[in-house]
């Protein structure tokens, strides 16, 4: 009963487990899901990426003394959340006390792998997917505009469960960059648009991207798993740069 009440709590909030949500994925395929019906993978990658090392902390400072409701209340109190305590609660119940606790060591802060691990999201260790194009809209703009990468790849078998990588060579070499869940897809070609904005964050509290006008190179990376991984089911799929401008307007 509380598996099934956990479930609805997540069909209502949707993906309001801090998913990064730059990346938006559209093509002639589809996502593949672990279960019919049933997508857990988001929620659960955005459950590991908030949660992991929480969960972690709290296995290994021996706070675990009991089953699954005592670790997710314990998470709860840690974390101020009780979303977290709810999906906490499904996943560990879906593969019992002593498996959750081993996935979460093993997997090694890795979210992807912690979830394939659980079963919550696809895996495809034949798939393959080729980066067709890259570009960069506008390809020229200001400090504190808008812009966005968009990356065609296509994939003759699918892939699994990965992400797309984003580093950005900056004119003042400072460094740049972001990940994104890329959701397991049948065979087809698809478009990933991320959006991004070109203005300082966080320069208050030490050195930051300053948006310098210049040729900026961004390299996007398309990978099976985490991008750079080295556990299982992990590799590189394709790679691509692209160029931009930074123009003097606005300074």
Same mark, same amino acid.
């Given at each position: 009963?509380? &598996?099934i @009440? &956990?479930?609805?709590?997540?069909?209502?909030? %949707?993906?309001?487990?801090?998913?990064?949500?730059?990346?938006?994925?559209k093509g #002639?395929?589809? &996502?593949?899901? #672990?279960?019919?019906?049933?997508?857990l993978?988001? =929620?659960?990658?955005?459950?590991?990426? $908030?949660?992991?090392n929480?969960?972690?902390?709290?296995?290994?400072?021996? %706070?675990?003394?009991g089953? /699954?409701? $005592?670790?997710?209340?314990?998470?709860?109190?840690?974390?101020?959340?009780?979303? &977290?305590?709810?999906? /906490?609660?499904?996943l560990?119940?879906?593969?019992?006390?002593?498996?959750?606790?081993?996935?979460?060591?093993?997997s090694?802060?890795?979210?992807?792998?912690?979830?394939?691990?659980?079963?919550?999201?696809?895996?495809?260790?034949?798939?393959?997917?080729?980066?067709?194009?890259?570009?960069?809209?506008?390809? !020229?703009?200001?400090?504190g505009?808008?812009?966005?990468i968009? =990356?065609?790849? =296509? #994939?003759q078998? %699918? !892939?699994?469960?990965?992400?797309?990588?984003?580093?950005?060579? =900056?004119?003042?070499?400072?460094?740049?960059?972001?990940?994104?869940?890329?959701? @397991?897809?049948?065979?087809? @070609?698809?478009?990933i648009?991320?959006?991004?904005?070109a203005?300082?964050?966080?320069?208050?509290?030490?050195?930051?991207?300053?948006?310098?006008?210049?040729?900026?190179?961004?390299?996007?990376t398309?990978?099976d798993?985490? /991008?750079?991984?080295?556990?299982?089911?992990?590799?590189?799929?394709?790679t691509?740069?692209a160029?931009?401008?930074?123009?003097?307007?606005?300074?």
């Amino acid at each position: 009963m509380k &598996a099934i @009440a &956990a479930f609805l709590l997540i069909l209502m909030v %949707g993906n309001s487990v801090a998913l990064s949500n730059h990346a938006i994925v559209k093509g #002639s395929g589809k &996502a593949v899901e #672990s279960k019919p019906g049933l997508d857990l993978c988001p =929620t659960c990658i955005g459950f590991a990426n $908030d949660f992991i090392n929480d969960l972690l902390n709290i296995i290994l400072n021996g %706070g675990v003394v009991g089953g /699954c409701s $005592d670790l997710c209340q314990l998470l709860e109190e840690k974390t101020g959340s009780q979303l &977290a305590d709810v999906v /906490c609660n499904l996943l560990c119940d879906y593969v019992g006390i002593e498996e959750f606790i081993k996935i979460i060591q093993e997997s090694d802060l890795d979210p992807i792998y912690y979830c394939e691990l659980l079963h919550a999201c696809p895996i495809n260790d034949n798939g393959d997917a080729t980066i067709v194009s890259v570009q960069v809209v506008p390809p !020229t703009f200001h400090k504190g505009a808008k812009f966005a990468i968009e =990356t065609l790849f =296509t #994939s003759q078998a %699918g !892939t699994g469960t990965g992400e797309i990588d984003i580093q950005v060579i =900056t004119v003042d070499g400072f460094p740049y960059g972001y990940d994104d869940l890329v959701q @397991a897809v049948s065979p087809g @070609a698809y478009n990933i648009t991320i959006s991004d904005q070109a203005t300082p964050s966080g320069c208050d509290q030490g050195p930051c991207e300053e948006w310098l006008p210049g040729n900026y190179t961004v390299v996007v990376t398309l990978c099976d798993g985490e /991008c750079f991984s080295k556990h299982p089911h992990s590799q590189i799929y394709s790679t691509m740069n692209a160029t931009f401008v930074v123009e003097k307007k606005g300074f």
